[in-house]
C-alpha cells in the first residue's frame, strides 16, 4: 500500500469518526433542549406507574411483550436490537391532534413485581392530507410503515415516535430500549422490522 493510500484511509477513519462523535453530540443536545420538555412529561405520566388507572382511561393492553433481534431487512423499519415492550394503546387518541403530554400509548415492562412504565409513544396514521412527517421534541417522527402485525392490522400505515422514560443505551428516542427484558413476560412476541410504505419521509 502506497503512504498516500494509507494517510487517505486513515483520514477516511479519522472523518467518520468525526460524524459518529458529532451525532452522538448533537442527539445528546437535542435532548437536553427538550428537558424541561421531557420531565413535566414524566411528571403527566406518573399516574400511569399503576397500569389500572392506564386502563381506565382506555390504554388497552395488547398483551403481548414485543422485542427484536435487530436484523436488518430492507426495505424495511431499522430497529436496534431490544425491546418495545408491552403496549397499552388508547385507540380514540389514535388520529387526534398530537399532544406532547398525552402520548398514545404507554409501553409497559413485565416484571416480578408487576408492570413498570418504562416508555410512551405517538402514533400518527399517514392520510392522503400528510405534506411531512411529523415531530415533537425536536424528534422527526420514523416511518411511514405498515401496522405492527399481528398485533396491529398491516393496513394501519403510520408515522411514530418513541421516548423512554428511564436509560437507554440507544437513546431517549429510540425505538426499542435493550434495557428493557421480555424474558417474564407470559407473551414474549419476536418481531421482525415493520415494512416500510411510500409517502413524506
Not at 99 to 108: A, C, E, H, S, T
Not at 119 to 133: C, F, H, M, N, Y
Not at 160 to 175: E, I, K, V
Amino acid at each position: 500500500m502506497t503512504r498516500t493510500a494509507s494517510l487517505g484511509r486513515c483520514g477516511v477513519l479519522v472523518l467518520t469518526g468525526f460524524v459518529g462523535a458529532w451525532l452522538g453530540v448533537a442527539t445528546a443536545r437535542a435532548e437536553e433542549a427538550n428537558k424541561a420538555d421531557i420531565d413535566a412529561l414524566k411528571k403527566s405520566l406518573a399516574k400511569y406507574e399503576d397500569y389500572t388507572a392506564a386502563v381506565r382511561d382506555l390504554y388497552l393492553s395488547t398483551v403481548g411483550c414485543v422485542y427484536y433481534s435487530g436484523e436488518k431487512i430492507a426495505g424495511a423499519m431499522d430497529y436496534p436490537k431490544g425491546a418495545m415492550g408491552i403496549h397499552f394503546v388508547n385507540v380514540p387518541s389514535v388520529g387526534q391532534k398530537l399532544d406532547p403530554m398525552r402520548p398514545n400509548v404507554l409501553i409497559y415492562e413485565p416484571t416480578k413485581k408487576g408492570l413498570r412504565l418504562v416508555g410512551v409513544e405517538w402514533l400518527v396514521p399517514l392520510t392522503p392530507d400528510t405534506k411531512e412527517p411529523p415531530k415533537l421534541f425536536g424528534q422527526t417522527f420514523m416511518g411511514p410503515m405498515e401496522g405492527h402485525y399481528p398485533l396491529i392490522p398491516k393496513e394501519f400505515v403510520h408515522y411514530d415516535l418513541h421516548a423512554w422514560l428511564g436509560d437507554n443505551p440507544n437513546g431517549m428516542f429510540s425505538p426499542t430500549n435493550p434495557n428493557v427484558e421480555c424474558s417474564t413476560a407470559e407473551f414474549p412476541m419476536l418481531e421482525k422490522p415493520t415494512k416500510m410504505m411510500p409517502g413524506p419521509m
